[in-house]
């Protein structure tokens, strides 16, 4: 087992800037990849980027790339989301996932790819 707790989340102007964290505890050390997700009211969940938990690979989704850089502290066993120049369509719940399988149904930013999940932390920006 395994569980996630996310945090960081809040209010901020278009332009500004959040880092989410995400505290993992349990069995970390069996995760191959951690991931960020997103979801707004009405929309479905949107895979924002992953990590390699075991290498240093990354990927991004487009909406995201250039903008927002997931980093991971495995002496910490959290989980970071730096978000920069955040816009008002970027508002949503955003959730930490955690898969314990290299391979898997989709992408790394495909949900179907994780295991565990946290409860999520609310980014609002406004205009």
């Known amino acids: 087992q395994m569980q996630l707790v996310e945090s960081g989340g809040g209010s901020v102007q278009a332009g500004g800037s959040l880092r989410l964290s995400c505290a993992a505890s349990?069995?970390?050390?069996?995760?191959?990849?951690m991931a960020w997700f997103r979801q707004a009211p009405g929309k479905e969940r949107e895979g924002l980027a992953a990590?390699?938990?075991?290498?240093?690979?990354?990927q991004y989704a487009d909406s995201v790339k250039g903008r927002f850089t997931i980093s991971l502290d495995n002496a910490k066993s959290t989980l970071y989301l730096q978000m920069n120049s955040l816009q008002p369509e970027d508002t949503a719940m955003y959730y930490c996932?955690?898969?314990?399988?290299?391979?898997?149904?989709?992408?790394?930013?495909?949900?179907?790819?994780?295991?565990?999940w946290g409860q999520g932390t609310q980014v609002t920006v406004s205009s």
């Open positions: 996932a955690a898969a314990w399988k290299v391979y898997g149904l989709g992408t790394v930013l495909s949900s179907t790819r994780y295991d565990y």
């Open positions: 990590i390699y938990t075991r290498g240093i690979s990354t």
């Open positions: 349990g069995y970390t050390a069996r995760t191959y990849y």
